[in-house]
């Protein structure tokens, strides 16, 4: 595990990384570039969202940091099965789908003209 945590703490060293891939490094996960590169911002977001929900109270940095890499690889894990389109990471992603189910009109609803 990295010491720099020692000075600043496992979050607020990884809130100052500048890529992805420094926060995978700095984590000790491997990743392939591939899907990184496809995935980038979906990954940090729901990183971030990972992180947000955790609870880091009372916990160690060391604990922190296994914590965060678990996290990390999470939040990786989730779109090398799936597709950004697919988790709805964004809300454009999400505004989209909601518009999609309001225009669908289901065979059930339909009725003959004469009816």
Not at 47 to 69: I, P
Not at 83 to 94: A, G, I, Q, S, Y
């Amino acid at each position: 595990m990295p010491k720099d945590f020692e000075e600043t703490g496992v979050l607020d060293h990884i809130n100052k990384l500048s890529s992805a891939e420094d926060i995978f490094t700095y984590l000790l996960l491997p990743f392939e570039k591939e899907v990184v590169d496809v995935s980038r911002l979906h990954i940090m977001k729901r990183f971030g969202g990972y992180l947000r929900a955790a609870d880091f109270a009372a916990k160690t940095e060391e604990e922190v940091f296994l914590e965060a890499r678990q996290l990390l690889k999470q939040a990786y894990g989730d779109f090398l099965e799936s597709t950004p389109l697919k988790e709805k990471v964004f809300k454009v992603f999400r505004d989209e789908e909601a518009k999609l189910k309001a225009r669908f009109v289901g065979i059930d609803t339909l009725k003959l003209a004469g009816e």
